[in-house]
């Protein structure tokens, strides 16, 4: 199957900072991205589809100005929460569609992010 | 607003034995069906997908559509512990351009030694 990274896979940061986390196809080429989190023992709940080349969508509740999305290639998004606080702790997840198999989405390992 | 409804369970099985876990779905227009395996604390892990009407198989997993029905299921046949996990299945509706899921919460799957 396609391969898909994130970097980093844990990251614990002080209340207030910003975070970016990146998502990167290895091995594919990636039109499409989802940004998707994941509180425990919840289901997955996608935030945003972040376009190559274009303004990512975002899902209804989910700000724009606190979660940046930037899809910059075919191989990487990159999502920045900034101004971080405790409440946006949670598993981020990413995944990417191949633009050869069309209908798949191939999902990253996850980054665990933990506000203190 | 579309909907994936899946038994949260857990579902318990005895080591060998067929373990099945069954989705319905509330959009007629959904065009393509997955299926993705979670362990705790790990990001899903595509399975199967299927696009058809009826059965296909892959190893020890066959996933079944029936479209007229809304239903899509996945068969575990010679379930191992190892099997033991989340399952979500994802449904998406290729129409829309942005082929986006819509996920079930996932049936937990417990499967005894």
């Known amino acids: 199957g396609a391969v898909v990274s994130q970097h980093p896979s844990w990251v614990i940061c002080k209340s207030g900072t910003s975070v970016k986390i990146e998502c990167r196809s290895l091995?594919?080429?990636?039109?499409?991205m989802f940004w998707y989190r994941q509180f425990p023992k919840q289901s997955l709940m996608l935030m945003a589809t972040?376009?190559?080349?274009?303004?990512?969508?975002?899902e209804q509740g989910v700000e724009k100005d606190k979660f940046l999305i930037n899809h910059a290639s075919l191989t990487l998004s990159t999502l920045t929460v900034t101004s971080a606080h405790p409440e946006d702790s949670s598993f981020y997840i990413c995944?990417?569609?191949?633009?050869?198999?069309?209908?798949?989405?191939?999902f990253g390992p996850g980054t665990r992010l933990l506000v203190l | 607003q579309k909907e994936v409804e899946q038994n949260s369970g857990p579902l318990s099985v005895p080591e060998g034995a067929i373990a099945s876990l069954n989705c319905t779905y509330s959009?007629?227009?959904?065009?393509?069906f997955f299926w993705y395996r979670q362990y705790s604390g790990k990001s899903p892990e595509l399975i199967m997908f299927?696009?058809?009407?009826g059965d296909k198989e892959d190893g020890r997993f066959t996933a079944q559509l029936n479209k007229a029905s809304q239903y899509v299921s996945l068969l575990i046949r010679d379930s191992q512990p190892s099997d033991s996990a989340t399952y979500l299945c994802?449904?998406?509706?290729?129409?829309?351009?942005?082929?986006?899921?819509?996920f079930g919460k996932g049936t937990k799957l417990s499967v005894i030694p």
């Open positions: 995944s990417a569609r191949d633009l050869v198999r069309e209908k798949t989405q191939y």
């Open positions: 091995d594919f080429q990636a039109t499409t």
């Open positions: 972040s376009n190559e080349g274009s303004k990512a969508t975002y």
């Open positions: 959009d007629r227009g959904s065009q393509s």
């Open positions: 299927i696009y058809s009407n």
């Open positions: 994802a449904v998406s509706d290729s129409g829309a351009g942005s082929y986006q899921l819509t």
